[in-house]
């Protein structure tokens, strides 16, 4: 699970709450959706403190389409920062604002995507399930309300959210994660990032660009969704979608707890304190030659 460390030295210097915490941009207002963001993945709080708001992100983080573009304007990224923060540093205070506000009528019949961006984390290592286990309680608190979420936090909702799930929540498993491999995708829901609509068809998947964002969790059980047209992120995908770059990563670290030399993971020549580069975040155009040492050392994995 990933690890945020509240710390309660910090001066909470609390940002001040807003009126409204669900927000909807143009392309969500004409679906009738509205949104809760927080950050996306690993970064630092204005405060200082840590986070990790994507446990079980794996090949996903490089590619991330919620840490590029307007999720790095400023006033985007405090607006996400200060939603987590009223999560971390009071989180019944949080769930009872968002109760209230969802029994507001502009918001029955409407769905709720939870998490635009980030994903179902654990609050502190002892209490894993709070935050999960508070949107329950709020969903159920608003039966008019329909919600809906993308999720990798594919152990933490068999704990917390399948065996009783409310009866207004839709959910779909997201692949690219590092539990990726607790997915059974011969049986459940699940959606694939691939490289454009032609592969996605030839996969057999349905678009989600052609039906909608809720074609994810009221559609067939095989969604595609094509990459974001951001260049960079497109050119280190490649031909692959998230579920082959996840599998390649999944191996190269087995390969590595098995102690065995992958032939694309191990550096050539042993270097010290030099991290070992999975495929899946190797530049498509790279080959396994070794590389040289002028080189610059390859990155870490990208996954916490
Ligand atoms: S889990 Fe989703 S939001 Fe988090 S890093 Fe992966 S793609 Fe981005």
Redesign the pocket.
């Known amino acids: 699970m990933g690890r945020l460390e509240p710390d309660p030295a910090h001066v909470r210097a609390a940002a001040p709450r807003r009126r409204r915490l669900l927000t909807q941009n143009s392309d969500l207002r004409k679906q009738g959706i509205y949104n809760w963001s927080i950050p ?2 690993a970064g630092v709080l204005p405060d200082g403190r840590r986070y990790n ?2 446990p ?3 090949a ?2 490089p ?5 590029q573009g307007h999720y790095r304007f400023g006033n985007v990224k405090a607006r996400h920062e200060a939603n987590l923060m009223m999560v971390l540093d009071d989180l019944p205070g949080w769930e009872a604002q968002m109760t209230a506000e969802l029994q507001h009528k502009r918001y029955q019949d409407r769905w709720v995507r939870c ?1 635009d ?3 179902f984390f654990a609050i502190t290592p002892e209490k894993p399930l709070e935050y999960t286990q508070a949107w329950m309680r709020i969903m159920r608190a608003a039966p008019g309300v329909r919600f809906y979420a ?3 936090s594919i152990s933490l909702f068999r704990e917390a959210v399948e065996p009783d799930p409310p009866a207004n929540f839709k959910w779909v498993y ?1 692949l ?2 590092r539990e990726d491999h607790l997915i059974d995708t011969t049986t459940e829901r699940h959606v694939d ?1 691939f490289p454009d609509e032609k592969s996605l068809a030839e996969a057999g998947y349905t678009s989600r660009a052609k039906e909608g964002c809720l074609v994810s969790v009221l559609g067939p059980q095989r969604i595609g969704i094509a990459a974001n047209r951001i260049p960079h992120l497109r050119r280190k995908q490649g031909d692959k979608r ?1 579920s082959e770059l996840q599998a390649a990563q999944d191996e190269c670290r087995r390969s590595r707890n098995n102690r065995k030399r992958h032939p694309r993971c191990a550096p050539p020549t042993p270097r010290k304190a030099r991290p070992s580069r999975c495929p899946s975040t190797v530049k498509q155009t790279e080959t396994t030659s070794p590389r040289p040492p002028s080189l610059p050392a390859p990155p870490a994995d990208p996954a916490p």
């Open positions: 996306a993945f708001t994507c079980s992100a794996g996903c983080a590619l991330c389409y919620a840490r998490h961006a980030g994903d993308y999720t990798k997201s690219g994660g990032i998230f």
